[in-house]
């Protein structure tokens, strides 16, 4: 089965600094989809990158961008220029080729420091 | 920007109580889901719906749960008994795969179930 591996709870950064996410994942699928959803307070997850598999350049964002190493099967998010509303927690999703379903990590918590 | 909207945002129930948990997918959206997310653990998925079926479901989702779309509108997750252990945050998504099989999930805000 496939699993998703978000191994920081926390993180913080400094406003208008860079964070890294960290996510790995295990798959024996050669074609799949990973996604960084951003979850604020109170309100609902929303997409912020996705990477397919078979892509080799890493998916940028404007801000995020994400560090893509199918070998290694880790997709960090990079969050460049922190801004406070960046603060949320931040799940590293992965989904497969067939089937309907996401799998999911649990998550990283961002503060953003003024 | 079109959303997924839950109601409630948060439910109280005792224990081997009904709850019914709603959802409002996006409007052209045709595959549904419902998620959980136990307190510190991972978001799990537990049902996926399609064109009226259940096209997949989890270990998780067994006989004490169901899920409708009782108009052309609302998606609906039941829990027949609630047992403490159902205590979770509830995601209801929704996706299209007219626009790709394999486009992210549109997910609500959530719905916190606490089971007394």
């Known amino acids: 089965a496939q699993t998703v591996t978000q191994s920081q709870p926390e993180m913080s950064v400094q406003e208008a600094e860079t964070v890294t996410l960290s996510c790995t994942y295990d798959?024996?699928?050669?074609?799949?989809?990973l996604f960084w959803y951003k979850q604020p307070p109170s309100r609902q997850m929303i997409l912020v990158i996705r990477?397919?598999?078979?892509?080799?350049q890493n998916a940028t964002e404007n801000r995020f961008s994400v560090n893509f190493q199918k070998a290694a099967k880790s997709f960090s998010l990079k969050i460049s220029d922190s801004q406070l509303g960046d603060a949320a927690m931040y799940f590293c999703?992965?989904?497969?080729?067939?089937?309907?379903?996401?799998?999911f990590g649990t998550g990283t918590s961002l503060t953003v420091i003024p | 920007e079109p959303e997924v909207t839950q109601t409630p945002s948060h439910q109280v129930t005792q224990m081997g109580q009904e709850v019914i948990l709603r959802c409002v997918p996006i409007?052209?959206?045709?595959?549904f889901y419902w998620y959980r997310q136990i307190l510190g653990q991972k978001v799990e998925f537990l049902v996926s719906?399609?064109?009226?079926?259940?096209?997949?479901k989890s270990e998780i989702f067994d006989d004490q749960f169901s899920v409708e779309r009782p108009d052309g509108s609302n998606f609906t997750l039941k829990i027949r008994s609630t047992k403490l252990e159902d205590s979770a945050m509830y995601f209801c998504?929704?996706?299209?795969?007219?626009?790709?099989?394999?486009?992210?999930?549109?997910f609500g805000q959530g719905t916190r179930l606490t089971v007394v």
């Open positions: 998504a929704s996706s299209d795969p007219l626009v790709d099989m394999n486009t992210e999930a549109f």
């Open positions: 990477q397919e598999a078979y892509k080799q």
């Open positions: 798959t024996s699928e050669s074609d799949y989809y």
């Open positions: 719906f399609y064109n009226n079926e259940i096209s997949e």
């Open positions: 999703a992965y989904k497969g080729n067939t089937g309907n379903q996401f799998y």
């Open positions: 409007s052209n959206h045709l595959y």
